[in-house]
Structure formats: C-alpha cells, structure tokens
C-alpha cells in the first residue's frame, strides 16, 4: 500500500514538473512573439513613414528624397536599420532590417531573429481634393512653372481666356469670397460638372487675395513647402455646356498649385502668381491631367 502511494506521488511530481516546464514554454513563446511583433510593427510604421515622407521632396530631387528618409529615420531611432533606399521615376522604396532579441529562445540556442520591413510610396497626379479655390484653368493652357502669371477678374467674372470663375458649392460673391478666402470645404474630382461665377467678384478677389498674402510671412520656397495661404489649388477643366459665348459648366479633369506673388493694390483686380509642382493632399487618380499638383500613395 505504501509503496503504491510514494508511486503516485512520484508520478503528481513528475506532471507538475512537465506542466512547469510547458507553462514556461508558453510564457516564453508568448514573451519572445509578443517582442517579434511589437518590433514588427514598429518597423512597418517607421518605413511607411519614411517612405511617405520621401515621396513629397522626390519631385524636388532624389538627393532631397534620400535626406529625408534618413532624418525621419533617426526621429524614429531606426536610422541603423535602413537597408536601402531605392528610387524610380516618383516611386520611394525604403527597405529596413534589424535583430530582435530573443528571450527565451535563448535556450535553445536561438539568440536574435532578423525583422524585415519593406515600404513603397509614389507622387502622381491628384485626382480628388478638398480645400480647391473658385478659380480655374483651361486644359487647353500649356502653362509654363515658375512664370508669372495674371489671372484677370473683372466685374462680370475675367476676361483672360484660359482662367475661369467656378461657383463652388453655389453662386453668389459671398460664397465665392469664402472659398477664395479660406478653400471649398467640400471634395471635388476629376469628372465632376461644377458651374461657372457671373457675378460681380472683382472687389471680392481684391480682399480674400489680400488677406491670403498678408497671412503668409514665409518665403517663396517656405511658403510652397509649408503650404501656406498663398498657395492656391485650382482645378483644371474643360467646357462642358457654352451658351453662346459664354462657358456655363465645366467639367474637372486635373488639378494645379498657383503661388501667390503679389497683391492686388487700389482698384487693380489681377491675381498674380506663378505655377508650381507640389506633392499635397488629396487622392492619386492617375487619368488626371498632369498639371504640378501631386498627391502621395503607399503602393506597397
């Protein structure tokens, strides 16, 4: 009988050792897959980041692109982890590698495990935006960057032949005002019919241009980076409906950046600025009209 009950309780000693052993086994699996993912994580972010972040300076220049990749690397404490960066056409890859520690993984002769994280970003035309003012150019215009401009209103709209007047969001020079002023709160993409402005709007365009030039202390190219009020997006069209000679509707088919240079002074009614090629917010449809406005996507 005694000899019966010491093997039981050898064998409850040995299944509370395996069942020690197991538990830890899972602990230790649990504490070494929670690091591997965790860093995982952490690295897919950080090159999403990075890639992202490239892609808005790439129109500028690889060079550009690179150096900041790097800078937002290292605000990530990853900068020892890039393996490469690689560039074609608008395209940004960034490509980052590291060894996790390994915890109990240690004991079986497995020290670190190598985390791979691989991140791709492209700038193509924007499609789709918010934030678009009630001016609007022609696709017909071949504009040139970085070559002033007049954008010419009057009291019945403009008089220059390849800039429009748009009433976003509904006629009336307090409407215009507000989204000259401040932007269209609403999204506009290419294929919408938007009507044209026939009211009086040259006093209107005097005072939102004034405002936004007097709101943006920065330089030219400062003020292009930060986006400041002086940078405009404008949508590019195509007449859809002309009564006579007069274009009614419009149909959206791209966007442009017009940087302010200049305000209008006494009764003058020109808006004056330059074109220029900018990544900003919005959404890449690649059908669009290329005009200088870009939008930034992750591919990969």
């Given at each position: 009988?005694?000899k019966?009950?010491?093997?039981e309780?050898?064998?409850a000693?040995?299944l509370a050792?395996?069942?020690l052993?197991?538990l830890l086994?899972i602990?230790?699996?649990?504490?070494?897959?929670?690091k591997?993912?965790?860093?995982?994580?952490?690295?897919?972010?950080?090159?999403?980041?990075?890639?992202?972040?490239?892609?808005?300076?790439?129109?500028?220049s690889y060079?550009?692109?690179?150096?900041?990749?790097?800078?937002?690397?290292e605000?990530h404490?990853?900068?020892?982890?890039?393996?490469n960066v690689?560039f074609?056409?608008?395209?940004?890859?960034?490509?980052?590698?590291?060894?996790?520690p390994?915890?109990f993984s240690?004991?079986?002769?497995?020290e670190?495990?190598?985390i791979?994280a691989?991140?791709?970003?492209?700038?193509?035309?924007m499609?789709e935006?918010?934030?678009?003012?009630?001016?609007?150019i022609?696709?017909?215009?071949q504009?040139e960057?970085?070559?002033e401009?007049?954008?010419k209103?009057?009291a019945?709209?403009?008089?220059?032949?390849?800039?429009?007047?748009?009433?976003?969001g509904?006629s009336?020079s307090?409407?215009?005002y507000d989204n000259?002023?401040?932007?269209?709160?609403?999204?506009?993409?290419i294929?919408?019919?938007?009507?044209t402005e026939?009211?009086?709007?040259?006093?209107?365009?005097?005072?939102?241009?004034?405002?936004?030039?007097t709101?943006c202390?920065y330089?030219?190219?400062?003020?292009?980076?930060?986006g400041?009020?002086?940078?405009?997006?404008?949508p590019?069209?195509?007449?859809y409906?002309?009564?006579?000679?007069?274009?009614?509707?419009?149909?959206?088919?791209?966007?442009?950046?017009?940087y302010?240079?200049?305000m209008?002074?006494?009764?003058?009614?020109?808006?004056?600025?330059?074109?220029?090629?900018?990544?900003?917010?919005?959404?890449?449809?690649?059908?669009a009209?290329?005009?200088g406005?870009?939008?930034?996507?992750?591919?990969?």
């Amino acid at each position: 009988m005694m000899k019966l009950i010491r093997s039981e309780k050898g064998n409850a000693l040995l299944l509370a050792s395996l069942s020690l052993m197991a538990l830890l086994a899972i602990t230790g699996l649990v504490i070494d897959g929670g690091k591997i993912y965790m860093t995982k994580s952490h690295l897919q972010k950080t090159a999403n980041a990075a890639a992202l972040s490239g892609a808005q300076k790439v129109l500028e220049s690889y060079n550009t692109s690179y150096q900041i990749v790097r800078e937002v690397l290292e605000r990530h404490d990853e900068l020892n982890s890039l393996k490469n960066v690689e560039f074609e056409g608008f395209t940004v890859e960034v490509s980052l590698e590291k060894d996790v520690p390994l915890t109990f993984s240690k004991l079986f002769g497995k020290e670190t495990v190598p985390i791979k994280a691989v991140a791709k970003a492209e700038t193509a035309t924007m499609g789709e935006a918010r934030g678009a003012v009630p001016l609007g150019i022609d696709r017909s215009f071949q504009l040139e960057y970085y070559k002033e401009y007049e954008l010419k209103t009057n009291a019945h709209g403009n008089d220059t032949g390849w800039f429009g007047i748009l009433a976003l969001g509904g006629s009336g020079s307090a409407t215009y005002y507000d989204n000259l002023r401040f932007g269209y709160d609403n999204s506009i993409e290419i294929g919408d019919v938007i009507d044209t402005e026939t009211g009086n709007v040259a006093g209107k365009t005097r005072s939102a241009i004034k405002e936004r030039v007097t709101n943006c202390p920065y330089s030219f190219d400062e003020g292009i980076d930060k986006g400041c009020s002086r940078l405009l997006l404008i949508p590019v069209y195509e007449p859809y409906r002309i009564d006579g000679n007069q274009i009614k509707k419009v149909k959206v088919t791209g966007f442009a950046y017009f940087y302010l240079t200049d305000m209008p002074t006494g009764n003058e009614t020109a808006v004056r600025g330059v074109f220029v090629k900018r990544a900003g917010p919005g959404i890449v449809k690649k059908s669009a009209d290329n005009r200088g406005a870009y939008s930034i996507r992750l591919i990969e």
